[in-house]
């Protein structure tokens, strides 16, 4: 299951995939500022239709609300929505109805289960190296600190090779058409907006990721970490 994905490119980069000029994103970040991980909790820049049906950006919080957490700003419910009951399952339902998104990236992880419990991360992307259109589903809680918009990754079955190390991946838009699709402007019924989230039929490649500095160092005595806090990209 995807765990993180790299954005790989510059602002000004991101928001010439999305069809939404510079100007009108209405979010001042620097063109040339590079974009990197995104990992859960983490803020992320959301590609979705505006109340009057205009393209618009917005950051999103990676992980579901949980109302019933103790702390529901610094927790999730969920990182992913499964493609197959994301129109029957109550938790999913009204947002893939009303709330679908997209967001671009370079790369994606999955994990592969080993024998001794451990998990190998694989980097994937697409084989010409360009950028994959991810589908997301989102919503909007109103919480003591004031709205908080938060965002599930949708997953299919894997496809070739990635299905040799784990059986989700994410749900991969092929081209604008579905890209204009999935967002809400063709008008689509659920059925065909379903049709879209099927394992990717593109030409895709992954590696092995190689291990961290962290992960490659001594180990040393835990120390207490602050709890994470959602961070704007």
């Keep these: ?24 994103s209405g979010l001042t970040i620097d063109p040339v500022k590079e974009l990197a991980t995104f990992t859960p909790m983490a803020s992320a820049p ?8 205009q393209r618009r950006i917005t950051p999103m919080r ?3 609300f949980d109302p019933r957490a103790a702390n529901p700003l610094r927790s ?12 029957t399952t109550p938790t999913w339902m009204e947002a893939f109805q009303e709330h679908r998104g997209v967001i671009f990236a370079k790369q994606f992880n999955i994990g592969e289960e080993l024998p001794n419990g451990k998990t190998k991360q694989w980097v994937c992307s697409r084989a010409d190296g360009a950028p994959v259109a991810m589908a997301v589903i989102f919503s909007e809680w109103e919480t003591v600190s004031g709205p908080l918009r938060a ?40 059925a065909e907006l379903k049709a879209l989230l099927r394992p990717y039929s593109g030409s895709l ?8 500095k962290k992960d490659s160092a001594p180990t040393k ?7 994470p806090q959602p961070r704007l990209f």
């Excluded at 490649?205 to 961290?212: D, F, G, K, L, T």
């Design 1 to 24: 299951m995807c765990g993180k994905f790299t954005a790989m490119m510059t602002w000004a980069e991101y928001v010439a995939l999305t069809g939404v000029g510079i100007e009108d």
């Design 46 to 53: 959301i590609l979705h239709l505006g109340p009057v049906r």
């Design 62 to 64: 990676w992980g579901w």
């Design 76 to 87: 999730f419910k969920h990182l992913h929505s499964r493609a197959e009951a994301i129109d």
């Design 151 to 190: 965002f599930a990754m949708v997953t299919t079955a894997s496809c070739p090779p990635l299905a040799a190390k784990d059986e989700r991946m994410p749900a991969l838009l092929c081209d604008d058409a579905e890209v204009a699709t999935w967002l809400g402007e063709m008008g689509a019924a659920n």
């Design 205 to 212: 490649v992954m590696r092995e990721q190689e291990p961290s």
């Design 221 to 227: 005595p835990k120390k207490s970490k602050p709890e």
